[in-house]
């Protein structure tokens, strides 16, 4: 079955600065990326997402790029702001069944 | 638009015992997944439901837990007996996959906590 690393597990930046998360997965038929922000005490909320026929897709700061062929997807945050602490999670999935989650990252921005 | 809804928020339990969780889906979200989610840990999917037919449950532990989705929209998770291992918060998402639909778009509820004790 699938199975996704993610790292780091932990990460600080200055405020200001950009954030880079990258996952890998394992298996090449997953086909939809989701990028979860959970803040503590909170349920996961989607930030972004990109499907395997895009390389990146961008939101305003935020932005992730795929790479099919090593089987890892990146997640991008620039101009970090304080309120971007928490914990992020990608995922793997096949048109949307098998979501595989990975273990998340705390990230903390400090002002 | 209304969220999805999970009650109850908390749940506190002696080992052995039977509990309950219900979800209430986005409205007409063809979709619905059960989430089990340990302090610290990623959400690890438990079940998945389109309609009312499951489309994987290969993570269920079946022997204590069971789902359903009677009519398609709400769904409820029970787990008899529970362990002290099931001290986690259950996550309920939706989608409007299905029906051709590609919306894999998943939003969750707030989660059940639930603390085996």
């Known amino acids: 079955g699938e199975n996704v690393e993610q790292h780091p597990s932990t990460l600080s930046v200055q405020e200001g600065d950009s954030a880079v998360i990258k996952c890998t997965y394992s298996?090449?038929?997953?086909?939809?990326f989701p990028w979860y922000k959970q803040e503590l005490g909170k349920r996961p909320q989607l930030i972004i997402d990109i499907r395997s026929n895009v390389g990146e897709k961008k939101d305003q700061r935020i932005a992730v790029t795929l790479n099919k062929t090593a089987k890892h997807f990146s997640l991008h945050i620039t101009e970090t702001q304080p309120e971007d602490s928490a914990v992020y999670f990608c995922?793997?999935?096949?048109?949307?069944?098998?979501?595989?989650f990975g273990p998340g990252t705390r990230l903390s921005v400090l002002p | 638009e209304a969220g999805v809804a999970q009650s109850p928020r908390y749940k506190i339990i002696e080992k052995r015992q039977s509990v309950a969780f219900w979800c209430n889906p986005i409205?007409?979200?063809?979709?619905l997944y059960w989430y089990q989610q340990i302090l610290g840990q990623g959400p690890k999917l438990l079940i998945q439901f389109q309609n009312n037919g499951v489309v994987d449950d290969s993570q269920l532990p079946k022997d204590r837990f069971s789902a359903e989705r009677l009519k398609g929209v709400d769904s409820t998770l029970k787990i008899q007996p529970a362990k002290l291992e099931d001290s986690a918060v259950y996550l309920c998402?939706?989608?409007?996959?299905?029906?051709?639909?590609?919306?894999?778009?998943?939003?969750f509820g707030p989660g059940t906590r639930l603390t085996v004790t």
């Open positions: 409205s007409g979200h063809a979709t």
């Open positions: 998402a939706s989608s409007l996959e299905g029906g051709g639909a590609q919306r894999h778009e998943q939003y």
């Open positions: 995922a793997a999935s096949y048109y949307g069944q098998n979501f595989v």
């Open positions: 298996d090449s038929a997953s086909n939809y």
